[in-house]
């Protein structure tokens, strides 16, 4: 295939992170092209024990990724090395990898403990129903439960996906987005889950598009966009690359101009457009917004409906990320 073009250069989105001391993962200079779309696009990244977040929107090219560390898809350009070897190409080590979809790949009228089992049978475990048992146990979950998958909710079936992922006891761990449809309770007990794995020693990859998950997941974060990776390192540092960009808000106001104006006058804002019933307004200090907002619509007499942030999302970060190539 001929090559690629080159990606344009990074410039301030990417920072700067010790070197990881024993990668168990590693992607060297990665694309994948489907025809005449290019899902992932030069990327590179060394990851160790522990956990790793990989973010990015729905369309980013996760998927791709953890389809070519698994040996699923072979790269059209560059070298994927996980334990040392080729995933695609080594048996032994696709052995040692445990994937979690983001495909749901149940079978409805199984009970859980009877699809485990299978799941440990294809993996030529000695014991499949003692290993699914205990897979079971690890997301807390009945292994004697007779009730079949079908009936399951969609939080409970993520678990199940992930005992599955469990039963050859795996030294790398990619989970593609497999927080979504858990509930609070059960998205918490699913990290704390990827922890002590990734206290193990093992390389705990999870894929999400949710912000607030990432935070939670750990400090290690890839984050990848269009394909391509735009910024590395720990979650804050990521949060510091926002710094200087103004943050976007709505508010609805009985008197949009009045307090457009009041805004701009005080500092308060940087922009302001005015909109029918409120206006849009690029704020730099948002603690200080947050602070004089309620006074000062009190003082010019003025009745606030509603703030709404605009940006605070994980599209708005990525493009924020992008832009700055």
Known sequence: ?????????VSGSRIDVP?????MVELSNVSKVFGDVVAV?????TVGPGVTALLGPNGAGKSTLFRMLCGLTPPSQGQVRVLGSDARRDREVRGRIGLIGQEDGLF??????????IAAMTHGMVDPKAVAVEAL??????????????????????RVKVAAGLVNDPDVMVLDEPLTGLDPVQRRRMIALFHRLGDQGRCVLVSSHVL?????????????AQGRLAATGDYRALRDLMDDRPHRIRLRTDDPRTLAARLID????????????????DILDVDRFGRSLAP???????????????????????RYLVERR
Do not use: N, W
Request: charged share 25%.
């Open 1 to 9: 295939m001929s090559s690629l073009p080159p990606p344009p250069p």
């Open 212 to 224: 607030d998950e990432v935070a939670r997941l750990g400090s290690r974060v890839l984050v990848i």
């Open 108 to 117: 409805d009228q199984l009970s859980a403990g009877r699809f485990v089992e």
């Open 296 to 318: 000062l619509a009190r003082d010019i007499g003025i009745r606030l409906h509603e703030v709404e942030p605009l940006d605070d999302d994980l599209e708005s970060v990525f």
């Open 266 to 281: 005080t500092g308060t804002a940087v922009a302001v457009r005015v909109e029918t019933d409120g206006l849009v307004a």
């Open 19 to 23: 070197p990881v001391a024993e990668p």
């Open 41 to 45: 696009s030069d990327v590179s990244f």
């Open 137 to 158: 146990a690890e997301v807390e979950l009945d292994p004697l439960e007779p009730k079949p998958l079908g009936a399951y909710s969609k939080g409970m079936r993520q």
